[in-house]
């Protein structure tokens, strides 16, 4: 039912984009409150309508009072999620696409969030020998949160 209903919201999210806006407080609350609810496999779908909303709604979702409430949550995943985790690849997709829509918003979050992409690459880089080729799937995802941060922030 989770699922289902995190797919059929991120397909509202596309349609609406920025019919969305006004609502934005009242869905950003009802997100956060899954996390809360939702066991691992349903976080990623959570993460997908999270990052949908922010594709959406674009530069809207830059407020205060929007970023209070959506970045914790958020922020506690990517504290507890280790390096070599899978579970780490759609967080950093959310992010990117929020790091977007934010802007300077997410200006508290660059520091942190950039040294643990860099983090990221490099690890990925040092696991990899002359046999074995590097995770790619780690690089990228960090590259592309990356880009997000510059896209945002050159906004």
């Not at 509202?12 to 984009?17: D, F, G, H, K, N």
């Not at 594709?55 to 990517?78: A, F, K, T």
């Not at 690890?123 to 590259?143: C, H, N, R, W, Y």
Request: aromatic share 8%; charged share 20%.
């Amino acid at each position: 039912v989770q699922e289902a209903a995190c797919s059929a919201f991120a397909t509202l999210e596309e349609e609406a984009c920025i019919q969305m806006v006004p609502y934005l407080k009242q869905i950003l609350e009802t997100l956060v409150h899954a996390f809360r609810k939702y066991q691992a496999k349903n976080l990623l779908i959570l993460y997908d309508a999270i990052g949908t909303l922010a594709d959406s709604v674009g530069s809207h979702l830059n407020r205060p009072d929007y970023i209070q409430l959506l970045m914790p949550p958020l922020i506690e995943r990517w504290n507890l999620l280790r390096n070599d985790d899978k579970d780490l690849f759609p967080l950093l997709e959310c992010l990117s696409s929020i790091a977007t829509a934010l802007q300077t918003g997410f200006l508290p979050y660059c520091e942190p969030v950039f040294g643990r992409c860099i983090l990221l690459v490099q690890q990925t880089l040092e696991a990899s020998g002359p046999d074995t080729p590097p995770d790619k799937d780690f690089m990228i995802v960090a590259l592309d949160l990356l880009s997000g941060l510059t896209e945002g922030l050159g906004k």
